[in-house]
């Protein structure tokens, strides 16, 4: 017993700790129907939120497979999907979620992007193919026109690009340095040598960009790219060609800004639905089973903070959850859940009493009968999470993962905590 105290205390400890950074009690605002004043979280919630809370930008993009086998679409699909995380990670977006969607024959690709203030410039970055190309000019070209042919040196063989600026020369904006892996190192000097004295062009998605004069055999694997851009398009430019090429071709079909203002209003809002739904099962508890349902609360209080503290950590075991609107309404749905073992349980323990059992084996008696229908109806709750998380989108992914978490924090709490608990007070 005083192992299994020490226990939760120290868990309880550990748990607060890790809510505690970061809460805000500066800010208030009036509960609607009380016309009271509460203080709010939303200020600096200590917990990362999602899109829909934080605000910030979401694209949709649909690939087009026509030009890919029908056995290799899944493998571009989920290519094109990496390869975007790449960029994402690289532009330094925080918490961005990235995910595939297949409807019927329809192939597309869900980004949401915590936090970005401006729609266009991140669909910008993600939804370029950025396919890097080097281009010699053939002997016959015309005075007319020029004749533009292929070199086999493309942006596969880069190894880094990285943003320089020039010491000197007619061009001094930023530019963009490229090395070569060994193989685009070998080719590039054989372009180089054949080229001397000739321009060598270089192509972004078939658009021109620049023809520098090659002045001599560039061994080694470096070279610059110049082509008046502003820093900011410079810092684009190496964060495609680092990321790498799409293996298909996409199109943005949906792209939108969800103010942060409208994100907030939903915390609060949540805050509120949360607290009022706390409160109303704590006073319920206290009011129906008087002793063991205040013994309950505090359970549901330890059980609130323990689900606070796995979405803040994830207990090191699964990354800190990204709490969306769904994911809260899931997290006040489980806390009506948390009290369903204690009920159960109570019950139990009221018809051992009845039948003349002390109040210590109606505690052992109850727990271990009321155990299997807990078991059972616990475990066909994580199934439905299960089935929502695997076969969902991003929110419903939300609400099952907060769903899952509440569900087993709530046997942890009812079988260990409360019985703990209980068996102190009896005794």
């Known amino acids: 017993m005083r192992i299994r105290i020490w226990l939760i205390f120290i868990l309880i400890i550990l748990a607060s700790f ?27 919630f200590p917990i990362k939120l999602g899109l ?43 918490e961005a979620i990235v995910q595939t969607s297949k409807i019927g024959e329809t192939r597309r690709i869900l980004v949401d992007l915590p936090g970005i203030k401006d729609a266009s410039d991140a669909a910008n970055l993600v ?5 890097l190309e080097f281009r010699e000019l053939a002997a016959e070209a015309s005075q007319s026109g020029t004749i533009d042919i292929p070199t086999g040196l ?35 000097a054989e372009i180089t040598k054949r080229n001397i004295g000739k321009p060598l062009a270089i192509f972004l998605d078939n ?7 090659v002045q001599q055999e560039i061994v080694g694997g470096n070279a610059v790219i110049s082509g008046n851009f502003s820093t900011d398009e410079a810092k684009a430019l190496s964060i495609q060609l680092n990321a790498g090429a799409l293996p298909v071709p996409i199109e943005i079909i949906e792209q939108r800004l969800i103010g942060p203002s409208l994100g907030a209003e939903s915390v609060k809002a949540s805050i509120i639905a949360g607290v009022i739904g706390l409160l109303t099962v704590i006073l319920y508890m ?112 939300g609400f099952a993962i907060t769903l899952a978490i509440g569900v087993l924090v709530s046997m942890f709490t009812a079988i260990f905590v409360t019985k703990t608990i209980l068996k102190l007070f009896i005794k």
């Open 207 to 213: 658009q021109f960009i620049s023809a520098p004069t």
């Open 286 to 397: 206290a009011f129906y089973y008087r002793v063991l349902g205040i013994i309950a609360d505090v359970a549901l209080v330890i059980y609130t903070v323990f689900v606070l503290a796995i979405f803040q950590t994830g207990l090191f075991l699964i990354p800190p959850v990204t709490l969306t609107l769904p994911g809260i309404a899931g997290f006040i749905l489980s806390i009506g859940m948390a009290v369903d073992a204690n009920i159960l349980i109570f019950e139990r323990m009221k018809e051992e009493i009845r039948w003349g059992r002390s109040r210590k084996l109606a505690l052992d008696f109850g727990f271990n009968r009321a155990w299997v229908s807990i078991r059972d109806s616990n475990i066909s709750s994580l199934i439905t999470a299960g089935i929502l998380y695997s076969m969902g989108t991003g929110l419903i992914k």
């Open 52 to 94: 829909d809370l934080q605000g910030g930008a979401q694209l949709v993009l649909e690939t087009k497979m026509d030009q890919i086998p029908a056995g290799d679409r899944e493998a571009a699909l989920e290519s094109a999907k990496e390869i975007i995380e790449r960029r994402v990670n690289l532009f330094g977006v925080s």
């Open 154 to 188: 493309t942006g596969a063989d880069l190894k880094r690009a990285q943003v320089v600026f020039s010491q000197g020369g007619g061009d001094t904006g930023p530019q963009v340095s490229i090395e070569f892996n060994p193989e685009g190192a070998t080719k590039f």
């Open 18 to 44: 890790a809510i505690s950074p970061g809460i805000n009690l500066s800010q208030s605002f009036k509960v609607p129907f009380l016309n009271k004043e509460i203080d709010s979280l939303a200020g600096n």
């Open 127 to 131: 939804g370029k193919t950025a396919q």
